[in-house]
């Protein structure tokens, strides 16, 4: 039988997280009897009979229908995201690109406007900045935790404010609480990218976030295997509250002759549409190998990423009394801007990357990048093994000079994502590669 956590535990994830990410959304095969997920990889799945396929499609029954919109493998796994990210419902999808496209497009069409902090990773910003504005919708961008400017930039046209919980790759940290509070006000809802924190260290849901996106390629997955992504419904936002504001939940959807996604599934409205037609029309379906490893990576996360907080600090540590180093910024720091906001909404640790700049500017850090040995030289972070990167010629270079000021993204910052290897050897190899610089 599927796992089910004890009743009296339910609404305490953080006591029972491990075992939730070991157990949630798993049930043994009903034909083998296999204990591990399964991969099923199979494009289609016979129906009972001719009702049994009418009621699946017309979304009055649930199961699998067709292999681009569900497959037990990854459904499972989004049930098992969903439970330790404290949400209602959670679909898994191809990448982290395309868990932020349907999510944004699930409720902003044309003419719509979203407000969103300037700390982001260089993907993000050209989705808002040039793919949606391509499709009409427009994005104003704010500093992060400006409340009075996220308040000023909203109108009847703002759909949603985004942030990230920890930006990449200046790695501030949102004031999520106070943000989804004056969100609230003006009555929008709050969706935020939990990628660097993921939900072992942070749960915006338990916060009052509408909408969770994840990629899973990061230290979910956790080996630098598989491209995923999430998109996460939390319950906590009422869509109904606003009549005529979000029409694609509240309103008949004449796919599916008049169904109202909030009355007909009233727990997860976002992701039950998010599934039933933004991934049945832009089709970045998750495939279930890909999934399955996902689910394994799952099984390990507060270890892996327990291990990763506690190198990361200690390296910020290191960096900061390196005289070479000219500015280190990691939230676990006493003297970090984000330290209070950190220690507020982080529990466990702060992460596992930390940026920093080399006396000697772009060309000093793209030495310390040319130079190392342990770390891999690469374009991810959330990997096992220890990543270092220079974002402004690689992961943000598509921005101009006058968007990377507003980024907050410097010539000199380098990026690392720090692994679970020795921290002796983390160290040394940052010591000698610094040295070279």
Known sequence: MAFELNPDFKNDVEKHFNTLQVHAGLAP???????????YQSAAFQFDDAADGAAKFALKKPGNVYGRLTNTTTDSVAARIAAIEHGTGAVAVASGHAAEILSFTNIAKQGDEIVSSDSLYGGTWNILLHTLDNFGIKTHFVENNDIDAFVANTNEHTKFWYVETIGNPLVDVADVPALVEAANSVG????VDNTFATPYLYRPAEDGAAVVVESLTKWIGGHGTTIAGAVVDTGKFNWKAYPGKFPQLTEPDPDYHGLVFADAAPAA??????????????????????????GLGIEDLSLRVQRHSDNALAVAKWLKDNPKVSWVRYSGLEDDPSHEIAKKILRHGFGGVVVFGVKGGREAGLNVVNNVKLFTHLANVGDAKSLIIHPASTTHSQLSAEQLKAAHLSEDLVRLSVGIEDIDDIIADLDQAIAKA
């Open 29 to 39: 095969d009903p034909v083998t009897g296999a204990s591990s997920l399964p991969i």
């Open 188 to 191: 929008v809802p709050v969706i």
């Open 269 to 294: 409205p976002f992701a039950t549409r998010v599934l039933a037609q933004q991934l049945r029309d832009f089709g970045p379906t998750l495939a279930p190998l890909a999934a399955q490893q996902i």
